[in-house]
């Protein structure tokens, strides 16, 4: 198989996470979730952890050279060889330029970058109703997934919050971040030719189904 270097662009709540380990089954491919990496560092306290914290808190993106330093050693590594799934790398456009700085050093390119199309008003919808488990984090909405009792866990009986980056303020700064920030990289990675579109606003198991195909003809 030929090597499958993948960017998922999307704005958030559009179901780039659950498509990227979606994927990640299908493909064996590593995949890196910025978001989690950097929750990850945050919990464990490590440097880049108390650095990406003053950020997140505000909603606004962690600097560049932070980010750009923890991508370039994963896809430098060996478990990247056959390539990678990114998801929330990279989120300007000049992250996108060091990714093609660091894969053409490498002899190595961006195969085809997905976006997941989902409107604001669909964000605003998905995002504000998420509810997650204080103790351990999982995931329910008011809407598609309730729990049996309001503001409690299902599974472990503990108090379901509002996770700071679903608050409704949060969100349309995130919304609005998102549009200044991150939305020139479709029409930088379509002038490359490797823009992929796929429309989000439809049941996870459809856009699976259109991303395996579309993979599926590039990766031959
Ligand atoms: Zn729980």
Do not use: W
Request: glycine share 10%; with cysteine.
């Amino acid at each position: 198989m030929a090597e499958l270097n993948l960017v998922l662009l999307g704005p958030p709540g559009s179901g780039k996470g659950t498509q990227g380990e979606r994927l990640n089954e299908d493909l064996r491919l590593p995949y890196y979730a910025t978001g989690d990496i950097l929750r990850g560092a945050v919990r464990d306290e490590t440097e880049l952890g108390r650095t990406a914290k003053e950020y997140m808190d505000r909603g606004d993106l962690v600097p560049d050279e932070v980010i750009v330093g923890v991508i370039a050693d994963r896809i430098d590594s060996s478990e990247a060889l056959d390539g990678f799934i990114l998801d929330g790398f990279p989120r300007t456009t000049p992250q996108a330029e060091a990714l093609d700085a660091k894969l053409s050093e490498l002899g190595r390119g961006v195969t085809a970058v997905l976006l997941i199309d989902v409107s604001d008003d669909e964000v605003v919808r998905r995002l504000g109703g998420r509810r997650t488990c204080e103790e351990n984090g999982h995931v329910f909405h008011v809407e598609f997934e309730p729990p049996k009792q309001e503001g409690v866990c299902d599974i472990d009986g503990s108090p379901l919050i509002i996770r700071d980056d679903d608050k409704p303020d949060v969100i349309r700064k995130r919304l609005a971040t998102y549009h200044e920030k991150t939305e020139p990289l479709v029409a930088y990675y379509e002038a490359k030719g490797v823009l992929e579109r796929v429309d989000g606003a439809r049941e996870p198991g459809e856009v699976t189904d259109e991303l395996r195909g579309i993979l599926a003809a590039v990766g031959s």
